[in-house]
């Protein structure tokens, strides 16, 4: 098949991407500015992990190629466009209206909001089978490629028979391992995406809500965890407390889901979720400055993952960026260490004269008055606990992730502080 993906933003590149190994030929239209950048400058193909080496090939095997806004010879086409771009979605639409008359699919990915696909629709002749058909976006940043091309459920939003069978032949190539394949109209896919995201951000809200009451009450969380995940109606998904979420599309999606209960005037847990998240990103900070007595005059703070999430190097309203913005705000000097993120942390900071960027994480904690665990990169799990006692300068681990096996580094002589415990 023949397919042209429209967007410029991870969604776009990984359908892209996908949709051209599974054997079609894709086109991939962005903005003119896109276009002109070489590939390795693209950060949605730089911060995600083989994206960048699987476009490569693509367009090595001549399945993948890059447009402008020319002419496409083709019946199928893929709106992966940005949650502020439904006026772009409308125009091209409307262009597609007239170029295509009849047998014109449209896959409609975007993070446009309920009844957005339904709006498509009504510039189409769906007599005509000229259809928009929605598909949820339901890519994890650091595991893009594989979310899309193994999926455990697809949720296809359209009542078009024409529609629902092309769009499965397109697809086709990504069912092999699927568990749940769900139709439904275009306005409750859209609405079920928005309601996944909504509990999940509630989920974690609520174990950071207990986590911290935890700390007040000496009670350690990982033992409470415990006993929620045994309960079957609960289980232990999204059930780690933590410093904070971040994310462009999670946080987006669920600032713009409360606004729909504001418009519709009910109030939301959500409204909630999101201004407390923002407070949880800054417990890192605060447990340091309590611990020091509000003085962290001259001191040095070493931080172990700037990424919002492991497997990715997207610093997007990432909570390293709080904890790192009050440490400076304080005069700290802060040595960082991130697998994949320093590059992006160094651009966002300007090289600011207070923060070193450490290539080796025993580097960055060199002389430090305390070390804070933001990212719980896999490397970071089991760390050389002599070596950190002799490069330190105090033997303080806050731990925003609860990797650590407190009693063990206790009886190292560390002072340990994790989320709850």
């Known amino acids: 098949m023949k397919v042209k993906v429209y967007g410029a933003d991870l969604t776009a590149w990984v359908a892209a991407a996908s949709l051209a190994r599974a054997g079609n030929d894709v086109l991939i239209e962005g903005p003119d500015t896109q276009l002109a950048k070489p590939l390795q400058e693209i950060s949605a193909l730089r911060d995600e992990p083989g994206l960048l080496y699987q476009i490569e090939l693509q367009m090595q095997e001549g399945r993948l190629k890059r447009t402008s806004s020319q002419d496409c010879k083709t019946n199928i086409h893929w709106l992966a466009l940005e949650h502020n771009e439904f006026h772009l979605a409308q125009s091209i639409i409307s262009e597609l209206a007239s170029d295509v008359t009849e047998n014109l699919l449209i896959v409609n990915q975007c993070n446009f909001g309920v009844g957005a696909t339904d709006k498509l629709q009504s510039l189409l002749n769906e007599a005509a089978n000229q259809v928009v058909v929605y598909i949820p976006n339901n890519l994890q940043e650091g595991k893009a490629l594989q979310g899309f091309s193994q999926p455990k459920r697809i949720t296809i939003g359209s009542e078009n028979s024409w529609a629902i069978t092309m769009t499965r032949s397109l697809i086709r190539p990504f069912l092999q391992n699927i568990e749940h394949l769900l139709l439904m109209s275009s306005r409750e896919a859209e609405f079920t995406k928005l309601a996944i995201t909504g509990m999940l951000a509630i989920r974690i809200g609520y174990i950071n809500e207990l986590a911290n009451l935890a700390d007040q009450m000496d009670v350690d969380i990982d033992t409470i965890r415990e006993g ?58 605060k447990k340091l400055w309590q611990h020091y007595q509000c003085d962290l005059a001259h001191k040095t703070v070493s931080v172990w993952g700037a990424s919002f999430k492991p497997g990715t190097a997207s610093i997007d309203n990432a909570p390293s960026l709080k904890v790192i913005d009050a440490l400076l705000a304080q005069g700290v000097h802060v040595r960082v260490h991130d697998p994949e993120a320093l590059g992006n942390l160094q651009q966002h900071y300007d090289d600011h004269h207070d923060i070193a960027f450490c290539n080796d994480p025993y580097d960055a904690i060199t002389e430090s008055d305390a070390l804070l665990l933001v990212t719980e990169w896999p490397e970071y799990w089991s760390p050389d606990y002599e070596r950190l006692l002799q490069q330190m300068r105090m033997p303080l681990i806050i731990d925003g992730r609860n990797i650590f096996d407190r009693e063990a580094l206790e009886m190292y002589g560390f002072t340990y502080m994790g989320v709850g415990r």
């Open 228 to 285: 929620m995940g045994a309960d079957p109606r609960i289980g232990n998904h999204y059930l780690s407390p933590g410093c904070g979420f971040g994310g462009q599309n999670f946080n987006q999606n669920i600032s713009r889901f409360s606004e729909i209960f504001e418009k519709r005037g009910q109030n939301s847990l959500l409204k909630t979720v999101i201004s407390e998240n923002e407070i949880q990103k800054e417990l890192l900070f």
